[in-house]
């Protein structure tokens, strides 16, 4: 054997016993291991406590107890609004419901929503959930009008100390059918009509007013 095949023999066997020290053998380390999957009954107990807390929050919102609904969300909850607006935390929805219900200025006096979930939520594990469905709603403002509302709405629920709390939350309705546009609608209408009916009745009174003056200048 020749110095140089010694060398080449010394630096493989170096290279196998560093390898092997390392546990890189030529085999695939193992991924980390995934969140245990919850068993049928802890599935079963967890879409219980989640339409528990969907009961909460439709009740705390028709009751318009803000104080329920804030306890019930995490601390950095987002709650996009039907109206686009985004709360932040806690106070962010406090504040908004506030000024959307509560008076003197309340623009929504009285709210009655129903939700319905579209299906089983889907869980990761055992603290993390995400649900989506549709409700139905009726408002009375403050001016007395009332309409319903389609709306739509998504929902990411988390587990922590053993309950689970509302993390985000996005509410929405059809842009291009819903009743406050059906109601700008009729409005325009009705002021289009007022607008024709005033024109038609300053036409007819110039022409009297120049038809005088046409017979007094004859």
């Known amino acids: ?3 140089m ?10 290279f196998l016993f560093h390898a092997s020290a390392h546990g890189q053998t030529g085999s695939v380390a193992a ?29 705390a919102l028709n009751a318009m107890d803000i104080d329920a609904i804030v306890a019930n969300v995490t601390d950095d909850v987002i709650f996009t609004t039907m109206n686009g ?27 009655v929503a129903k939700f319905e979930v579209e ?15 549709s409700s139905k709603d009726h408002y009375q403002l403050k001016g007395g009008e009332t309409f319903d509302v389609a709306a739509r709405w998504s929902g990411t629920m988390v587990r922590r100390d053993n309950r689970w709390l509302i993390a985000n939350f996005h509410y929405s309705t ?5 009743p406050v546009l059906e109601a700008q609608r009729k409005y325009l209408i009705l002021a289009a009509a007022a607008v024709a009916v005033v024109l038609a009745l300053l036409a007819f009174w110039f022409g009297r007013v120049n038809g005088r003056k046409s017979k007094t200048q004859a």
Do not use: C, W
Not at 5 to 14: D, K, M, Q, S, Y
Not at 35 to 52: C, G, M, N, S
């Open 5 to 14: 095949h010694v060398v080449r023999t010394a630096l493989l066997a170096l």
């Open 119 to 133: 299906d089983l939520s889907n869980l990761y594990g055992r603290d993390f959930a995400i649900a989506f469905g």
């Open 31 to 59: 991924p980390p291991a995934a969140a245990p999957a919850p068993q049928t009954a802890d599935v079963a107990k967890i879409h219980d406590e989640l339409r528990a807390l969907k009961t909460t929050m439709e009740r």
């Open 85 to 111: 607006d985004v709360a932040r935390g806690p106070a962010g929805i406090r504040k908004y419901f506030e000024a959307m219900m509560k008076p003197p200025n309340a623009r929504v006096q009285k709210v």
């Open 174 to 178: 059809n842009m291009f059918d819903n």
């Open 1 to 3: 054997m020749t110095p």
